[in-house]
């Protein structure tokens, strides 16, 4: 059966994970099936120089995402797709929602370790030897495709996540990027002003570079507080302007 959404996502993108639990919010809410599909921002960005576009501890974070990706792409074929959407909700909660999250470590890569997997799987009930998928780097021409997918309906300059709505023929975008979990009846009436968009055939963009940290754990914004504004240029937090 075709999904109602496709949900693009880079299991180490702050704000994928966060537009992914308002997406949660709604589906607990309305009848709406979605499919959770991979797009690796480290794959995005393979053309780029890190050392001079990004911050220091996103070469290490991108990789550790492609990483967990090549995870994911495992336990779909072994488990189906429904258990991806388990796998990157579990894997969220522990990299941006746990209490010893952290979006800057002495080594982002860890996430992209047995270390930190093997106790993810365990809470799933899946066995631990699907962490071998973490160094297979044949996975990469599948997620590649995704990524490629992705790019396809959206265009090049874009970042995490991706939404195509009513696929195969519905609009796709970027976004919606949100720093604040809405409540539950904000939810909603986000997701019927953001379906309105998508569902117009000549709606193209709404952008703004200024963006709130998130707020998650791993940013130390607690809930309630609003995070500090940050310039994103071209979706992140780079040197090179």
Same mark, same amino acid.
């Given at each position: 059966?075709?999904?109602?959404?496709?949900?693009y996502?880079? *299991?180490?993108?702050?704000?994928?994970?966060?537009?992914?639990?308002?997406?949660?919010?709604?589906?607990?809410?309305?009848?709406?099936?979605?499919?959770?599909?991979?797009?690796?921002?480290?794959?995005?960005?393979?053309?780029?120089?890190?050392?001079?576009?990004?911050?220091?501890?996103?070469?290490?974070s991108?990789?550790?995402? #492609?990483? !967990?990706?090549r995870?994911?792409?495992?336990?779909?074929e072994?488990?189906?797709?429904?258990a991806?959407?388990? !796998?990157?909700?579990?894997?969220?909660?522990?990299?941006?929602?746990?209490?010893?999250?952290?979006?800057?470590?002495?080594?982002?890569?860890?996430?992209?370790?047995?270390?930190?997997?093997e106790?993810?799987?365990?809470?799933?009930? #899946?066995?631990?030897?699907?962490?071998?998928? #973490?160094?297979?780097?044949?996975?990469?021409?599948?997620?590649?495709?995704?990524?490629?997918?992705?790019?396809? #309906?959206?265009g090049?300059?874009?970042?995490?996540?991706?939404?195509?709505?009513e696929?195969p023929?519905?609009?796709?975008?970027?976004?919606?990027?949100?720093?604040?979990? *809405?409540?539950?009846?904000?939810?909603?009436? !986000?997701?019927?002003?953001?379906?309105? !968009?998508?569902?117009?055939?000549?709606?193209?963009?709404?952008?703004?570079?200024?963006?709130?940290? *998130?707020?998650?754990?791993?940013?130390?914004?607690?809930?309630?507080?609003?995070?500090?504004?940050?310039?994103?240029?071209?979706?992140?937090?780079?040197?090179?302007?």
């Amino acid at each position: 059966m075709v999904a109602d959404i496709h949900f693009y996502f880079d *299991p180490v993108c702050p704000f994928a994970w966060m537009t992914s639990k308002w997406v949660r919010q709604v589906q607990a809410q309305r009848d709406y099936d979605v499919e959770w599909r991979f797009i690796s921002l480290r794959l995005l960005n393979s053309h780029l120089d890190y050392d001079t576009h990004f911050p220091p501890e996103y070469d290490a974070s991108h990789t550790g995402g #492609l990483r !967990l990706l090549r995870l994911a792409s495992r336990v779909r074929e072994e488990h189906g797709r429904a258990a991806v959407g388990a !796998l990157y909700e579990t894997l969220g909660r522990q990299i941006f929602d746990s209490a010893d999250s952290a979006i800057t470590t002495d080594d982002p890569a860890v996430r992209g370790t047995a270390a930190f997997v093997e106790p993810v799987l365990d809470q799933l009930g #899946l066995d631990r030897r699907l962490a071998e998928a #973490l160094d297979d780097t044949a996975r990469d021409a599948e997620i590649q495709a995704e990524t490629d997918e992705a790019l396809s #309906l959206t265009g090049k300059d874009v970042g995490t996540p991706i939404l195509h709505f009513e696929p195969p023929a519905g609009v796709a975008f970027f976004g919606p990027v949100i720093s604040r979990l *809405p409540s539950d009846d904000e939810a909603a009436e !986000l997701w019927d002003h953001v379906i309105a !968009l998508a569902r117009f055939p000549g709606f193209s963009e709404l952008k703004r570079s200024m963006r709130e940290q *998130p707020q998650l754990r791993s940013f130390g914004v607690a809930d309630g507080e609003v995070g500090k504004q940050e310039d994103w240029h071209g979706g992140s937090r780079r040197l090179k302007k």
